[in-house]
Structure formats: structure tokens, C-alpha cells
């Protein structure tokens, strides 16, 4: 099968989105409202184009001044000045389609890429070129003389337009792909997407991809259903057994946590959840830890574990990292991104997450969230991490316990529960394990108690014959 | 009094730039781009030439060597106004008499404006 020579737009979520970047020659309509981001896109594209050797041919058709463009751009990082009239040219054909019409900036534009000797041309106004065209026809036309004359020497063409157009409008039949940007209000939160919503001749992942703006330009996030949906099924949970930092914890789950598995903890708040986890990534042995959280700063997690006895590896540690987002406006990609960035490039090997519920918040349509965590968990076994998360659970005191959701349960391998329960006006603590995929387990439970050196469990509960709980010895 | 050619791609601009040079009562010719502007000259010379640097076709550059080329033409005082290349012009201070970086001040401009044509 022929593959395509791309040239990437340095955007790299842009560039895995469109699976490589732009197919050299190839033409492409970049849509969207005013305040969308299609200058800051096609800008930043310009200059990581330029920077990679490449040149480029910038064509206004508004009246806007270049050089209220050029101060806006000079806070973005990839902003390089030195490059302006070098390697990049802006020029407005403004005049020429207004004195002499579309035939004549087609005239200029083959003209102009070949004196500039351009790889790249950017075209930026067809909403106005619209507006000059008599018919379909002439736009038709005009969009297709100018690909095809740049094509023809090699020269990937991106046309800029306002316009919301249509499937069937002329300028989308023609050019080889369509990429929209919207920028939509998701309660009172801002929300950038793009989709790529057309794609000739190549795979491009599909959907809405979230993004941001900021000095750096364009940070796009790629769903991760879709980066990762050739996983698939994952195979078995590998047999052998890590320890999760308790020794009696360890012997109820039959010898451990078994590798690459997803453990939820779940529970009430003050309940136990974190202490937990931070025995389980106490006890990483030579294997790289990481703690992501939305609660608790390194600082504080620290002088959580020093309290209860807990020994983490020192700060500055190579094989400890503890990355913290409060929960504010979080972008549900960006996290999963980061996260198994960091997983990938530094080989973690235990995970823990505090909690599952930061993702939740960060959601804006949680109709996609099993899938999410699917692919986020399936993605985290594929590179051989134990995963601890923690779930909370809001009900304080007894009531119903219920598991997150019935789709997340059947996405984790092990579930321990976490109770609290008063017994003589007394808060009282209660660990039990609900389920371990296939392996056998103690599912009895058992108080649970702290103590200066962390985590106590304690006698077994409900069974009197045994060890009978206080309540009843005093009866 | 004076015959200007203001040479920008930028319309507005360059539209401006001819109304605040026909209030100071010159007459002003506007060019989109070098090509045009030269042509311009040629068909009838002007005392001062204000270019821009980016423009389709011929640059604010080529038309300054250009001009400087044409015996006709090479004592033809030129200002260059440009934001980014500003540098580039004043690397070449054989081709440009004045260089002013965008944006500049109005009254900057009328100034170098003056200076040149002696008024």
C-alpha cells in the first residue's frame, strides 16, 4: 500500500490526530468561528514548518494589518520574528481581488509560491473570496486552480475560513481534508474541540478532540478511545504477586496483588483510602512509583505518611514522583495523557491514583467515561503497571455501599471496601475484600485501626466463635 | 507639492498613508505591490517612494535594487516602513534613505517626509 509523505505540524497531538500530519501537496480547509484558533494554529504550523526547513507562503485576504498580527503572535513561543521575509512571507492579495478578481489572486498565488519557493502556503480569508465569486462555480474553481497548482509542485495548501461550511458546500468536495475548530460554552467551563471532518485517502482519529491555548499555541488532546482503541481485549493478569505494603492484607488476597492489575479501593472520606496507598508505594522495591492525585500536595501527602509511619522514598527520589492536580478545571484527556506519559517515560511500575473521582469531575460528557476508564485501565495493563486507585464514596456513615458503576466494577480486577460504622458512639473501621479476578480470597471482615506504624488490621468481624467483637464480649 | 508612491500590499494601510500624505497637500499614487509601484515610477517619476517590505510579486527589497539598478532612477529617495525587517533594511543603507519600523507615529512619518523632500 502506498503511504503518503506528510509534513507535520509540529503540533503533536494534531499531528497523531491526523496520523503523522499533513499529507504533503495535499489541500486542507481549517474551520472555524473568529476566536476558534485557526490563526494561532496555521501560525504555529508556519513557524515549526519554517524552523523544520520549510517555507512559507502566508496570504491574507482581509484588511486586517499584518503588523496587529504580528504583535498578537509575539507572545506565542514558536513567534520568531528573525524568520519574518525570510522563510515566511505574509502578503495580503486584498488589492488584487478587488481591482482584478479571483482569476488574478490565482494568477498571483502560482506566481508567488513559486518566487517564494513555498512548501507551505496558508491562505487565510475564503469567506471572502466567497463573497467575490459570482457562483459555486467560480469558488470551486478558484479552490480548485490553487490546490491543484500547488500540488503540482509539491506545496501543501491550508485554507483559513470563518465560514461554518457544509459537507456538501464546493470548497469541502474539493480539498483532501477538513479540520473544524469550535469553541463552545459546557456549563459555565470554555470548551475547545477540534475533528477532523474529512480525510481523504488516510485514517484520521475521529470524534471531538479536546484542546487549549496558551503562550506555547495549540495543546491538543487526543481522545484516548481513540489512540488506544487497537488494544483490545488485554490478556490474562499475570500470575505473579507484588505485595501491597500490608502483610495481613497480602495473605487475604491469596499472596498479593497480582502484576498489572487495577485494584479500586473504595470507601468514605477519612475512611483509609490514601493511608493504603501509600503503604502500597512505600513497599516499590527498584520499581519506579508515582502518585497522582487531585487532593493532596507532595508536602502534605509526606507529612500524611511520616504521621503514620510510613517511609517513602526521600524528595529528589528517581524512582518516586507524586503529580498533583487539584481538582479545578481539568481537561479529562490532558490528565489521561499525562499520566501515561509520565508512566511511559519514566517505567512506573506502581501506580496509585487518588481518585478516580478527579477524572469524574474533570468530565464534561461523562456519557464517555466507562469508555474512558476502559481504555485508560486497559492502556495502564498494557504497560505492566499495578494500579491502586481510590473511589469515594459519599455516604459518611453505613448506608448503602454501592460500587461507582455497575460498567467501571467490571473494568477493575480487585476491589477492596473500606466501611465506617458507629458501634457504642464509636467510629469504627472496617476493611473487606469484595472481589479478586480470578484468584481466591478471604471474604471475611475485619477492623481495621491506625497505628503509629500505619495500617492495623485487626480481628475479624461478625464471627464470635473466633474473635468476638467487643460488643458482644460485653454482653 | 510633491509626487508620492506609497508601495503596500496592505490596503488599508497604504490608504491611510496616502490621506495623511494628501492632507500635508501631495499627491499620492498607491501600489499593491513592488512590480506595480515600479511600473508606477517609470511612467512617471515621483520625489519620494515609501515601501513596505513583505509584498506579493517584488519585495520593498528587489524594488529598492531595482530602482538603485535603473540609472533613471537610482537617486530616487526611498523610506522603508516595515515591522519585522526593519534590521534588513538598515543592512542595506545604500538602498533605503530612511527606515521606520510599523507602527510608527504619524508625525515621525511626516517628518522623515520632510526631511527628504526639503520642505
Known amino acids: ?475 | 507639492m510633491a509626487l508620492i508612491v506609497v508601495a503596500d500590499d496592505e490596503f488599508l494601510l497604504a490608504t491611510m498613508l496616502a490621506d495623511i500624505l494628501e492632507d500635508e497637500g501631495h499627491e499620492v499614487v498607491t501600489a499593491s505591490h513592488g512590480l506595480v509601484a515600479l511600473e508606477r515610477i517609470r511612467a512617471r517619476r515621483p520625489a519620494l517612494l515609501i515601501t513596505d517590505f513583505m509584498m506579493p510579486v517584488m519585495t520593498g527589497l528587489e524594488l529598492a535594487q531595482a530602482i538603485r539598478a535603473d540609472q533613471d532612477l537610482a537617486d530616487l529617495p526611498i523610506i522603508l516602513v516595515s515591522g519585522a525587517q526593519g534590521a534588513i533594511g538598515r543592512e542595506h543603507g545604500d538602498l533605503f534613505t530612511d527606515v521606520l519600523d510599523k507602527p510608527y507615529r504619524n508625525e515621525s512619518l511626516l517628518a522623515a517626509v520632510e526631511r527628504i523632500l526639503g520642505v
Open chain 1, 1 to 475: 500500500m502506498k503511504s503518503f509523505s506528510r509534513i507535520a505540524s509540529g503540533i503533536e497531538g494534531l499531528d497523531r490526530i491526523l496520523e503523522g500530519g499533513f499529507i504533503r501537496g495535499a489541500s486542507y480547509i481549517v474551520q472555524g468561528r473568529p476566536g476558534a484558533g485557526k490563526t494561532i494554529l496555521s501560525n504555529q504550523f508556519a513557524f515549526n514548518h519554517a524552523k523544520a526547513g520549510g517555507r512559507v507562503l502566508f496570504v491574507t485576504l482581509l484588511a486586517e494589518s499584518h503588523e496587529r498580527l504580528f504583535q498578537a503572535l509575539s507572545t506565542m513561543d514558536f513567534f520568531d520574528a528573525e524568520r519574518l521575509g525570510k522563510d515566511i512571507s505574509y502578503v495580503s492579495v486584498f488589492q488584487t481581488l478587488r481591482e482584478e478578481g479571483l482569476d488574478a489572486v490565482v494568477k498571483l498565488l502560482r506566481k508567488e509560491t513559486k518566487r517564494q519557493e513555498a512548501t507551505l502556503l496558508i491562505f487565510d480569508g475564503l469567506l471572502n473570496a466567497r463573497d467575490r465569486a459570482d457562483t459555486d462555480f467560480d469558488v470551486k474553481t478558484f479552490v480548485a486552480e490553487v490546490q491543484g497548482q500547488a500540488a503540482f509542485v509539491d506545496c501543501t495548501v491550508l485554507f483559513l475560513t470563518s465560514a461554518s461550511l457544509e459537507e456538501t458546500s464546493p470548497e469541502h468536495t474539493m480539498v483532501d481534508g477538513v479540520i473544524e475548530l469550535s469553541d463552545t460554552l459546557a456549563g459555565v467551563r470554555s470548551l475547545r474541540q477540534m475533528q477532523v471532518r474529512k480525510s481523504r485517502g488516510s485514517r484520521a482519529l475521529g470524534g471531538l478532540h479536546k484542546f487549549e491555548i496558551s503562550n506555547s499555541g495549540l495543546t491538543v488532546y487526543p481522545r484516548i478511545e481513540t489512540l488506544y482503541a487497537h488494544l483490545g481485549q488485554q490478556e490474562e493478569v499475570e500470575p505473579t504477586r507484588i505485595s501491597c505494603g500490608i502483610g495481613r492484607l497480602d495473605t487475604m488476597m491469596g499472596g498479593g496483588l497480582p502484576r498489572g492489575s487495577i485494584t479500586l479501593i473504595a470507601g468514605p472520606s477519612g475512611s483509609g483510602k490514601t493511608t493504603l496507598g501509600l503503604h502500597f508505594l512505600a513497599t516499590a522495591e527498584n520499581e519506579p512509583a508515582l502518585h497522582f492525585g487531585f487532593f493532596e500536595t507532595e508536602q502534605r501527602l509526606r507529612l500524611k505518611a511520616t504521621s503514620q509511619g510510613i517511609a517513602l522514598p526521600p524528595p529528589g527520589d528517581p524512582g518516586f514522583a507524586v503529580l498533583w492536580h487539584p481538582v479545578a478545571e481539568n481537561l479529562l484527556d490532558r490528565l489521561a495523557h499525562e499520566l501515561l506519559d509520565h508512566v511511559a517515560a519514566h517505567g512506573i511500575k506502581r501506580l496509585f491514583i487518588d481518585g478516580l473521582g478527579g477524572f469524574e469531575r474533570a468530565a464534561v460528557h461523562r456519557d464517555h467515561l466507562t469508555e474512558f476508564f476502559a481504555t485508560l485501565t486497559a492502556q495502564l495493563r498494557n504497560l505492566g503497571v499495578t494500579t491502586v486507585a481510590t473511589w469515594e464514596i459519599r455516604d459518611m456513615v453505613g448506608g448503602d455501599i454501592s460500587a461507582p458503576s455497575a460498567h467501571l466494577s467490571a473494568l477493575l480486577d480487585n476491589m477492596i471496601l473500606l466501611r465506617q460504622f458507629e458501634e457504642n458512639h464509636d467510629l469504627q473501621r472496617s476493611l473487606s475484600i469484595q472481589k479478586m479476578r480470578e484468584s481466591a480470597f478471604d471474604t471475611h471482615a475485619y477492623r481495621l485501626g491506625f497505628s503509629p506504624s500505619g495500617f492495623m488490621i485487626g480481628e475479624r468481624l461478625g464471627h464470635p466463635l473466633e474473635q468476638p467483637s467487643p460488643s458482644e464480649s460485653r454482653g
